[in-house]
């Protein structure tokens, strides 16, 4: 009985945490994309824990302490480290409340667009025929609608708050994932195994869930996180514009927009929130980047070539210069 | 050709007719233009009046029909600010949209290429980093706070350009450099990406072979295949712009334009010009896409055009 071997695993089914281990090891590797993903976990703990990490409520008020510098400069105080507002609110406060708003308008937004693009775009592509034609001439018409024009009128219209402004950009933003999903279910529906699947009687909630959603993870995660900086420079320009989350609410958009009027006495209040949104969609850029090339075959095989030609360009400028010196 | 033309017009209608149903949906169905329209110290009385006199008493399918009555004679009622007809409002000021747009785009697509290209030189060398990290940045600044940023630097602290306005060129210099950083970012980026690509295909390696000089293969051939993606992203620049990317731009730097309008439109509750704003920059849209076509039909014979 004791005597008997555990099975040798094979190389190929590795376990779940190896697979995370070799996909951490790629990450540490591409530098930019690490400090992207640190970043970007750095600004989700502290949103999380946003009541406990800031320093003030972001709405208290005080009217002596109006318009104070950040630290550095002269006239700063320590305890407000990033300076005060037009009504002595502590900006810091403020932008750490603000990535929330960001972060759920966001995630919202991604979840319901995508959710509702991905069905769309799963049914398209398997009833194929009428239904295909319909449902993607209908996100043709919708993709040459003047999307930000049309999100202004309808915000206007029913009158502006955070629920508005995540629905409508839901409904404004769910085409591109149809037409990914669709192009994908075309084509894998085409490959040998799901026909083998089919052939051999497999119900077609099987084959849809086993078969075929697999292919669409690595794309729609790339596909996601990139529509994620879109949402959120989308939500800031409308707060920015008054169209998006209202005062009491913050924002980062909302906060440059109000900091706008000072820029003459006040640069601090335009400048740090600004940073926050651009800070926030570069690292998430710098992920995606990393992460499209990492999981996408054909990016890694063109990745894999560009290195072996640069290593033969300096084997051959080396070959050349020894040539030249004989 | 033509009647390639025809079907894409046919297309452009439906989209308008897309546009049209939303905004009716949005403004008689979910909104409520008397409320948002008439002040709030509006009587009884003056709100039936104002509803009879623009139809809003009748059945939902009747008001329909006399709206897209309406917009096909490009009769979109009396402008409330402006108590002229909403259509000139919007002739007026879409040539200063125009005009940003142009100058912004303009520059990009005169950057874009030779910067793209430069870095597509040496993958992973200097030049390139420095190209895909600035590109990366550009994506990722908001558009309002890069030109709030430089209105800081060179209005407010070196005093060489004016903040905001509309006058001479000097008054669009700020705007048109806002306009263009972040379309700048996404076209470098793509140049770059495409250029890398093929200068690694195996015709390139054949081209030199015969004796085609470096510089020869990246004109004659390399640029000249990444002219369609190119002019696919431009296009789609133009067309984002149009269709709103100007509001925030203008609206920092109070450029007369369509943009600036809707959003005025917007806090004085003039949906009429807000509406005909919208409707005109559709048109436009399904114009530029039927020009994009074309010239992509001109560029490449291998596409066939259904």
């Not at chain 1, 008054?242 to 209040?269: E, H, M, N, R």
């Not at chain 2, 290209?117 to 895909?132: C, E, Q, S």
């Given at each position: 009985m004791a005597a008997i071997d555990p099975p040798a695993v094979p190389a190929i089914a590795r376990s779940e945490p190896d697979r995370l281990r070799a996909l951490g090891e790629e990450l540490w590797k591409d530098k930019p994309g690490l400090i992207g993903f640190l970043v970007i976990v750095g600004i989700v703990l502290i949103s999380i824990f946003a009541p406990l990490v800031a320093p003030y409520d972001p709405a208290a008020q005080s009217v002596i302490g109006r318009l104070k510098p950040p630290v550095w400069q002269p006239g700063g105080a320590w305890d407000h480290l990033l300076g005060t507002d037009q009504l002595g609110r502590d900006i810091l406060s403020r932008l750490i409340h603000g990535a929330r708003t960001s972060l759920l308008v966001g995630v919202s937004v991604v979840a319901l667009a995508g959710a509702f693009g991905v069905t769309v775009g799963l049914f398209a592509g398997f009833r194929g025929g009428r239904t295909d034609a319909f449902?993607?001439?209908?996100?043709?018409?919708?993709?040459?609608?003047?999307?930000?024009?049309?999100?202004?009128?309808?915000?206007?219209?029913?009158?502006?708050?955070?629920?508005?402004?995540?629905?409508?950009?839901?409904?404004?933003?769910?085409m591109i994932y149809a037409r990914v999903v669709r192009g994908i279910v075309l084509s894998v529906r085409?490959?040998?195994?799901?026909?083998?699947?089919?052939?051999?009687?497999?119900?077609?909630?099987?084959?849809?869930?086993?078969?075929?959603?697999?292919?669409?993870?690595?794309?729609?995660?790339?596909?996601?996180?990139?529509?994620?900086?879109?949402?959120?420079?989308?939500?800031?320009?409308?707060?920015?514009?008054?169209?998006?989350?209202?005062?009491?609410?913050?924002?980062?958009?909302?906060?440059?927009?109000?900091?706008?009027?000072?820029?003459?006495?006040?640069?601090?209040?335009?400048?740090?929130?600004?940073?926050?949104?651009?800070?926030?969609?570069?690292?998430?850029?710098?992920?995606?980047?990393?992460?499209?090339?990492?999981?996408?075959?054909?990016?890694?095989?063109?990745?894999?070539?560009?290195?072996?030609?640069?290593?033969?360009?300096?084997?051959?400028?080396?070959?050349?210069?020894?040539?030249?010196?004989? | 050709m033509g009647r390639f033309i025809l079907r894409r017009l046919g297309q452009g209608f439906l989209v308008v007719l897309g546009v049209s149903l939303v905004v009716f949906v949005a403004m008689r169905v979910f909104g409520d233009p008397a409320k948002v329209m008439l002040p709030l110290s509006a009587t009884a009385e003056q709100r039936a009046e104002f509803e009879h006199l623009i139809g809003l008493d009748r059945p939902l399918p009747e008001q329909f029909v006399s709206f897209i009555g309406d917009l096909a004679t490009l009769d979109f009622g009396e402008s409330l600010w402006q108590r002229r007809?909403?259509?000139?409002?919007?002739?007026?000021?879409?040539?200063?949209?125009?005009?940003?747009?142009?100058?912004?785009?303009?520059?990009?697509?005169?950057?874009?290429?030779?910067?793209?290209?430069?870095?597509?030189?040496?993958?992973?060398?200097?030049?390139?980093?420095?190209?895909?990290?600035?590109?990366?940045?550009?994506?990722?600044?908001?558009?309002?706070?890069?030109?709030?940023?430089?209105?800081?630097?060179?209005?407010?602290?070196?005093?060489?350009?004016?903040?905001?306005?509309?006058?001479?060129?000097?008054?669009?210099?700020?705007?048109?450099?806002?306009?263009?950083?972040?379309?700048?970012?996404?076209?470098?980026?793509?140049?770059?990406?495409?250029?890398?690509?093929?200068?690694?295909?195996?015709?390139?390696?054949?081209?030199?072979?015969?004796?085609?000089?470096?510089?020869?293969?990246?004109?004659?051939?390399?640029?000249?295949?990444?002219?369609?993606?190119?002019?696919?992203?431009?296009?789609?620049?133009?067309?984002s712009a149009l269709a709103g990317y100007t509001v925030v731009v203008e609206s920092v730097f109070a450029w007369p334009g369509l943009g600036l309008t809707a959003i005025q439109a917007i806090q004085r509750n003039d949906l009429f010009l807000l509406q005909a704003i919208v409707f005109t920059v559709a048109i436009g849209i399904v114009l530029i896409n039927i020009t994009l076509d074309v010239v992509y039909k001109l560029i490449d014979p291998r596409i066939r055009i259904a």
């Open positions: 449902l993607m001439r209908l996100v043709d018409i919708q993709v040459a609608f003047p999307g930000l024009l049309l999100i202004l009128l309808i915000v206007a219209v029913i009158g502006p708050s955070m629920g508005t402004m995540i629905v409508v950009l839901a409904l404004t933003n769910w085409q490959t040998p195994y799901v026909e083998a699947a089919e052939m051999i009687g497999c119900p077609q909630t099987r084959v849809i869930f086993r078969h075929i959603l697999p292919n669409l993870t690595s794309p729609l995660l790339t596909l996601g996180i990139l529509e994620f900086t879109n949402i959120v420079l989308a939500e800031a320009a409308l707060s920015f514009l008054g169209l998006g989350v209202q005062p009491p609410a913050t924002s980062w958009g909302l906060d440059v927009s109000t900091g706008k009027d000072y820029i003459f006495v006040a640069w601090w209040l335009v400048t740090f929130p600004g940073l926050c949104i651009s800070i926030t969609v570069l690292s998430i850029n710098l992920f995606a980047n990393w992460l499209r090339v990492t999981t996408d075959p054909q990016e890694r095989e063109k990745r894999f070539a560009r290195a072996k030609a640069a290593e033969r360009r300096r084997e051959e400028r080396r070959a050349g210069v020894r040539q030249v010196t004989e | 007809p909403a259509m000139d409002v919007v002739f007026e000021r879409l040539p200063n949209t125009l005009m940003l747009i142009g100058a912004g785009l303009g520059l990009a697509v005169l950057l874009a290429l030779p910067l793209g290209a430069l870095a597509a030189l040496r993958p992973g060398g200097f030049v390139d980093r420095v190209t895909v990290i600035g590109g990366l940045v550009g994506l990722s600044t908001p558009q309002f706070w890069l030109g709030l940023l430089l209105i800081m630097l060179f209005a407010v602290n070196l005093k060489i350009l004016p903040t905001s306005g509309f006058g001479g060129i000097k008054y669009l210099v700020l705007p048109a450099l806002t306009m263009a950083l972040p379309s700048l970012a996404r076209m470098v980026l793509l140049v770059r990406s495409q250029v890398i690509d093929e200068l690694n295909q195996q015709y390139v390696r054949t081209a030199r072979a015969k004796g085609l000089r470096f510089h020869q293969v990246l004109f004659g051939h390399a640029l000249r295949n990444t002219l369609i993606p190119f002019i696919t992203l431009a296009g789609w620049e133009v067309i």
